[in-house]
């Protein structure tokens, strides 16, 4: 909102018009009920009635007596003291909340505000403090100039009793003067005079009443005492018994201790009739009906008083409850249920207060705090509320304690629901990255299953597929063996030959006379023990010539496995196949020999 600055001279109609219609530094301390020289109550009715001459009136009252004097001749020590080119008087607002500053500097960075000195306020700014009275009103000038800083002084008006404190902007007392400002508006809107009151029938008092007087002489010589009663007795009857103004409960105390004048009265004067004779039995018994009736109106007055007081406090008490709750409706209807029900201590506010209207004020604004306070609350659920709504959506359930959170500070309940809404998202991101590891580590383990099972199946299959070949293998050395085993010719029985090696056969006899000997049964083939390794080429390298398959095979010995293109056999066999070569060679030579 734009900062504007008035040319007003301060003290002239047209200011004293302008600050009826704007919301003064120099009030906001009644506003708050902190003033020690009016009340709220009586601000309001100046500001609600609108009448410029007692506006004026009480201004110049409250404010402004002495106060130009003694600012005149500490300007320039309060120039000295801040350390400024001069201060020059300013009137500034901001929409309607204004303030006229005793002082601005020329860079609009200090202003000055200055007080009388008594013996209150001495002591205190002495100690580098600002009295809580006056508190409202620099920070309230503070806001509107927008100064950086503002120099307090108490004087008067020499340099010897002159002290000064400094104070600095504070932004919490911003939101409370803007907030009771509001509120002081909102109560303003709703004031109301109230009803005048009806003529109170006050009577004669004591001294109004015809002077009682009785001579006797044995008789009553002369009197004036049935006038006297019926006087009296009408006096009796107007006395006022409905007290609801602190005028109406004073004139009944002073009615109470009147009628117990009147009974001293009588009983003065039947005692001055007793010393004149020994019995007047009319002249006692009036005597007694208006003492007995003054005493029956003291006593009944005075319970009255009593009792009464006591149902206008409650009355009072009653009446700014009722208005607190009034306004929390107000606002459980903006907000809905969550508005929480704000205590008002309107009890202590009145404690130890004698006179009504004093008690009406504090409850007064003991009411306007407390609504500044709802009002408060009610705009931080509303705010809060609404971010929720925006940002929270589908998180709802994260909120059971709302209620509650909903009354935080509004940049505090964001960062909590920000924090819990992330920390839900981490844990709901942590939980599908968990699903999802598990599922992949399923599929890991079904995968590492099926390849075990595939292995054990290849290597079941292997070792079929070489016990198969080791039978064929051994089948075929012993087919191999038998069939190049050569048959022995001998032209006579001879001795037994020795042993010859497996495969070995014995050189051919001479042709004359032979006899064909049956041959000897091949010896079997080792079992192979360990997995085929040796390759064809390694057997034809070993042996200094190539080999073929194919041969190979024709002489009974078959690859175990072909990895590729090579084949391998047993190491195992190799030497079954060196003999089965030699027994080959042998064979064809004695072929050819033949």
Not at 125 to 146: D, F, S
Not at 571 to 585: G, N, R, T
Request: charged content about 25%; proline content about 5%; aromatic content about 6%.
């Amino acid at each position: 909102m734009e900062r504007i600055v008035h040319a007003l001279v301060q003290g002239t109609p047209e200011w004293d018009q302008y600050r009826l219609t704007h919301d003064g530094a120099s009030e906001i301390a009644a506003v708050l009920g902190l003033s020690k020289k009016t009340t709220r109550t009586e601000l309001l009715r100046l500001k609600a009635t609108g009448l410029p001459k007692e506006f004026s009136d009480w201004l110049q009252r409250n404010v402004l007596d002495k106060g130009h004097e003694i600012e005149d001749k500490v300007r320039p020590l309060a120039v000295e003291f801040a350390q400024v080119d001069g201060f020059y008087p300013a009137t500034v607002s901001i929409g309607r909340i204004s303030a006229s500053s005793d002082g601005i500097d020329m860079l609009d960075e200090t202003a000055w505000e200055c007080k009388s000195l008594n013996v209150e306020n001495g002591p205190i700014v002495r100690a580098g403090n600002v009295p809580e009275e006056h508190m409202p009103q620099c920070q309230q000038v503070l806001m509107v100039t927008g100064a950086d800083r503002l120099l307090f002084t108490v004087s008067d008006g020499t340099r010897e009793n002159t002290f000064h404190t400094w104070v600095e902007p504070d932004t919490a007392w911003f939101d409370r003067i803007r907030a009771a400002w509001k509120q002081f508006a909102e109560d303003l809107a709703e004031w109301k005079p109230e009803p005048a009151a009806a003529p109170t029938p006050t009577g004669r008092t004591p001294e109004s009443l015809p002077a009682l007087f009785i001579e006797v002489s044995g008789r009553v010589t002369n009197s004036n005492l049935d006038a006297y009663k019926a006087h009296a007795l009408t006096v009796f009857g107007s006395i006022n018994r409905r007290l609801v103004t602190d005028q109406d409960f004073e004139d009944a105390g002073k009615a109470v201790k009147w009628c117990g004048d009147v009974e001293d009265r009588l009983a003065a004067a039947k005692q001055h009739a007793l010393s004149q004779t020994a019995s007047i039995d009319a002249l006692f018994r009036t005597i007694d009906d208006i003492s007995a009736e003054a005493r029956r109106v003291r006593l009944d007055l005075d319970k009255l008083v009593k009792a009464r007081k006591e149902s206008r406090r409650t009355e009072i008490l009653d009446d700014h409850i009722a208005g607190l709750g009034m306004h929390m409706d107000k606002l459980r209807k903006r907000v809905g249920p969550y508005m929480p029900l704000i205590p008002a201590d309107f009890a202590g506010a009145v404690r130890g207060l004698k006179s009504f209207s004093s008690m009406i004020d504090k409850c007064g604004v003991e009411l306007a705090r407390a609504k500044i306070a709802a009002n408060e609350v009610a705009d931080k659920i509303s705010t809060n509320a609404t971010w929720l709504r925006d940002n929270a959506a589908g998180y709802e359930f994260l909120f059971p304690d709302q209620a509650g959170m909903l009354q935080m500070a509004v940049d505090q309940f964001a960062v909590v629901a920000k924090a819990r809404i992330t920390e839900h998202k981490a844990a709901e991101q942590r939980r599908a990255d968990a699903l999802a590891e598990a599922a992949r580590e399923q599929i890991r383990k079904e995968e590492a299953a099926r390849l075990e099972r595939e292995a054990a199946d290849r290597k079941r299959k292997e070792d079929e597929e070489a016990a198969q070949a080791r039978a064929e293998q051994e089948a075929a050395d012993r087919r191999a063996a038998a069939a190049a085993q050569p048959v022995v010719v001998v032209a006579e029985p001879a001795p037994a030959p020795a042993a010859a090696p497996v495969h070995q056969v014995a050189q051919p006899a001479p042709a004359a006379n032979v006899v064909a000997m049956p041959a000897r049964a091949p010896v079997a083939q080792p079992a192979a023990s360990t997995p085929p390794t040796l390759k064809l080429g390694q057997i034809g390298e070993r042996l200094g010539f190539t080999l073929t398959a194919d041969f190979l095979k024709s002489l009974g010995f078959e690859h175990a496995l072909r990895d590729r293109a090579s084949l391998l056999f047993h190491e195992s066999q190799f030497p079954h196949i060196c003999a089965a070569l030699v027994a080959h060679i042998q064979a064809v030579q004695a072929k050819q020999a033949a």
